[in-house]
């Protein structure tokens, strides 16, 4: 599976911006997709992921705010973003794991990642 994440910009605290990261490979659908970000100076970390059949996990710093989706269609995950904070910048990044190998939120479990972009939330 190969990965690419768009959709980064400037937003100012309060405002939405959706991220989407598009896949190639014949796996895709099968797979679990799930965004991870990583702030300046910090660690990566979980942030919200999807299995293949629509379930859906997200750490608590963002749940009821960002919203992870799919379109097995177009290949595409998305990350929709609301109420966003100046602690939600970061650089962005999508993966994706073969299902039912680790758990949703563990960053090690994920093999295929794509490359990250960046969401600069001002205040």
């Known amino acids: 599976v190969q990965l690419q994440a768009s959709g980064g910009g400037l937003v100012q605290a309060g405002g939405s911006h959706r991220l989407s990261c598009a896949a190639s490979g014949r796996t895709f659908t099968s797979s679990t997709v799930g965004w991870f970000r990583q702030g300046p100076g910090k660690e990566r970390k979980f942030v919200a992921g999807i299995s293949w059949i629509g379930g859906t996990y997200y750490a608590d710093s963002v749940k009821g705010r960002f919203t992870i989706s799919r379109d097995n269609a177009k290949n595409t995950v998305y990350l929709q973003m609301n109420s966003l904070k100046p602690e939600d910048t970061a650089v962005y990044y999508c993966?994706?794991?073969?299902?039912?190998?680790?758990?949703?939120?563990?960053?090690?479990?994920?093999?295929?990642w794509g490359q990250g972009t960046l969401v600069t939330v001002s205040s």
């Open positions: 993966a994706a794991k073969n299902s039912g190998s680790g758990a949703i939120d563990a960053i090690t479990a994920y093999l295929y």
